[in-house]
């Protein structure tokens, strides 16, 4: 069984940071792409920022030059550093892993979710 396991949510005061974890584990051949989305009620889930296994980056205009995304790939581990954070990057942030599995197949994962929360 794989899992993708967040952490790091929380709230914080505009212009705050935050840095958000999504830790695979299960019985994996190897990660391809990983993914941060976020969502608010009634929306749909967005696409924040992407890392490829060789470490090309690429993010939405919204969080370009204030988010970061990046890879430990000995651990499994995607992280999202949020710097500069503003009350409309409140949503639930999800991460999302497109994985290599035994025999050769490959499938898609997503975390659980972690909230985070903007105010003051």
């Known amino acids: 069984q794989v899992q993708l396991v967040e952490s790091g949510g929380g709230l914080v005061q505009p212009g705050g940071s935050l840095r958000l974890s999504c830790a695979v584990s299960g019985r994996i051949s190897s990660i391809n792409d990983m993914d941060w989305y976020r969502q608010t009620t009634g929306k749909q889930r967005e696409l924040v920022a992407s890392i490829t296994s060789s470490g090309s980056t690429s993010y939405a205009d919204s969080v370009k030059g204030r988010f970061t995304i990046s890879r430990d790939n000995a651990k499994n581990t995607v992280y999202l550093q949020m710097n500069s954070l503003k009350p409309e990057d409140t949503a639930v942030y999800y991460c999302?892993?497109?994985?290599?599995?035994?025999?050769?197949?490959?499938?898609?994962?997503w975390g659980q979710g972690t909230q985070v929360t903007v105010s003051s």
């Open positions: 999302r892993a497109d994985v290599g599995l035994p025999y050769g197949r490959r499938a898609v994962y």
